[in-house]
T-cell receptor, first 110, second 114 residues
Framework: GENVEQHPSTLSVQEGDSAVIKCTYS??????FPWYKQELGKGPQLIID???NVGEKKDQRIAVTLNKTAKHFSLHITETQPEDSAVYFCAAPPWEQLIWGAGTKLIIKP | DAGVIQSPRHEVTEMGQEVTLRCKPISGHNSLFWYRQTMMRGLELLIYFNNNVPIDDSGMPEDRFSAKMPNASFSTLKIQPSEPRDSAVYFC????????????FGPGTRLTVT
């Protein structure tokens, strides 16, 4: 079955610096790769996603890159701000359901 | 739309008691997912429905857990009897029902079994 590995489990960066979180997946048939952000006490919320016919997608300070050959995709956050502190999850679908990474706790230091 | 609605938000119960968690998905969404989140195991998919029909329940831990979706606007997750190891945050999510679509999560139910 599909397996998704996410690294690092915790990431601490200085406010204003960039943060990068990486995920690898196993199922070559996967063609949709979302990233979710979970703030304390809330459910995960989609922040950006990418489909397999695209190599990179940007939305203001966040971007996702996809390397289908290597089976990995990454979340990039530039100019980090305090409100970026949260847990971030990557996911990949075998079908409609998603297989989730273990999550990355992002800490923004003032 | 009010988003995905879950109740109760917090539940504290004693071991052996029956627990029922409730979910109202976003109107018009065809798929509904129940997840469990713990520090040890992360975010686990328990079961998912499409058009009120259970499609994949392979994540349901054991027979103590059951889920129903009697209509498009309501679903329940029942644990009977509950055990301390069931303590977790349970999320319900819904999606429009297309492969590769966004899942919209509810606020979760924090369950504590003593």
């Amino acid at each position: 079955g599909e397996n998704v590995e996410q690294h690092p489990s915790t990431l601490s960066v200085q406010e204003g610096d960039s943060a990068v979180i990486k995920c690898t997946y196993s199922d070559s048939a996967s063609n949709y790769f979302p990233w979710y952000k979970q703030e304390l006490g809330k459910g995960p919320q989609l922040i950006i996603d990418i489909r397999s016919n695209v190599g990179e997608k940007k939305d203001q300070r966040i971007a996702v890159t996809l390397n289908k050959t290597a089976k990995h995709f990454s979340l990039h956050i530039t100019e980090t701000q305090p409100e970026d502190s949260a847990v971030y999850f990557c996911a990949a679908p075998p079908w409609e359901q998603l297989i989730w990474g273990a999550g990355t706790k992002l800490i923004i230091k003032p | 739309d009010a988003g995905v609605i879950q109740s109760p938000r917090h539940e504290v119960t004693e071991m052996g008691q029956e627990v029922t968690l409730r979910c109202k998905p976003i109107s018009g969404h065809n798929s509904l997912f129940w997840y469990r989140q713990t520090m040890m195991r992360g975010l686990e998919l328990l079961i998912y429905f499409n058009n009120n029909v259970p499609i994949d329940d392979s994540g349901m831990p054991e027979d103590r857990f059951s889920a129903k979706m009697p209509n498009a606007s309501f679903s329940t997750l029942k644990i009977q009897p509950s055990e301390p190891r069931d303590s977790a945050v349970y999320f319900c999510a819904s999606s429009p029902g297309l492969a590769g679509g966004e899942q919209y999560f509810g606020p979760g139910t924090r369950l504590t079994v003593t």
